[in-house]
């Protein structure tokens, strides 16, 4: 099975600032991540996919880029509404999540 | 537009089965395929399953022996059943359609609790 390595667990950050979440997979997963969006007492919402493709309706200031086994994903001019926590998840093999990072406010 | 809604017992005895129900609108299970996601409190999520739009299933390899996921196209409702439930079984069970094997749309979540 593909292990999802994410990092950091936490992000503290000002807003305004630029911030970036990597994940390593334990093997290629040819591109396959995808990014969530999680914010308390609501279901994940999907940001971007197939590593840098943003879904519809999405803000150009979240990013995603990477290859192989390494992944990263960044906000730039973080808004308060960005507070909340991201996952990763490879859909290469299987389905795998990130264990997490959790974006809070400096 | 696209829903999903979970469905079943909040609170469920150490040991026992659980049982929920992923009634879906605005597409068809024979053209979606459906997961199911379950996280604990504080955690990531973690995938347990799929329902794949031609009835076939694939499972997560650590909770293969204990689950069943299974469907009824006529009433658009996707099952999942787990038995011998245990405490770290506890969280948020979610159902998401999925498109290219990740989910794009997600059901609000059932909370359960493995207690006694």
């Known amino acids: 099975d593909i292990q999802m390595t994410q990092s950091p667990p936490s992000l503290s950050a000002s807003l305004g600032d630029k911030v970036t979440i990597t994940c390593q997979a334990s093997?290629?997963?040819?591109?396959?991540i995808a990014w969530y969006q999680q914010k308390p007492g609501k279901a994940p919402g999907l940001l971007i996919h197939?590593?840098?493709t943003l879904v519809s309706g999405i803000p150009s200031r979240f990013s995603g880029s990477g290859s192989g086994r390494d992944y990263s994903f960044s906000i730039s001019n973080v808004e308060s509404e960005d507070i909340a926590s991201y996952y990763c998840?490879?859909?290469?093999?299987?389905?795998?999540f990130g264990a997490g990072t959790k974006l809070e406010l400096k | 537009q696209v829903q999903l809604k979970e469905s079943g017992p909040g609170l469920v005895q150490p040991s026992e089965t659980l049982s929920l129900t992923c009634t879906v609108s605005?597409?068809?299970?024979?053209?979606?395929?459906v997961s199911w996601v379950r996280q604990p409190s504080g955690k990531g999520p973690e995938w347990m399953g799929r329902?794949?739009?031609?009835?076939?299933?694939a499972y997560n390899s650590a909770l293969k022996s204990r689950l069943s996921i299974s469907r009824d196209t006529s009433k658009n409702q996707v099952f999942l059943k787990m038995n011998s439930l245990q405490t770290d079984d506890t969280g948020t069970y979610y159902c998401t359609r999925d498109h290219e094997q990740l989910g794009d749309y997600w059901g609000q979540g059932v909370m359960v609790t493995v207690s006694s």
């Open positions: 998840l490879q859909y290469d093999n299987s389905n795998t």
């Open positions: 329902m794949w739009y031609d009835g076939d299933t």
């Open positions: 197939y590593t840098s």
């Open positions: 093997q290629n997963i040819n591109k396959y």
């Open positions: 605005g597409f068809s299970l024979t053209s979606y395929s």
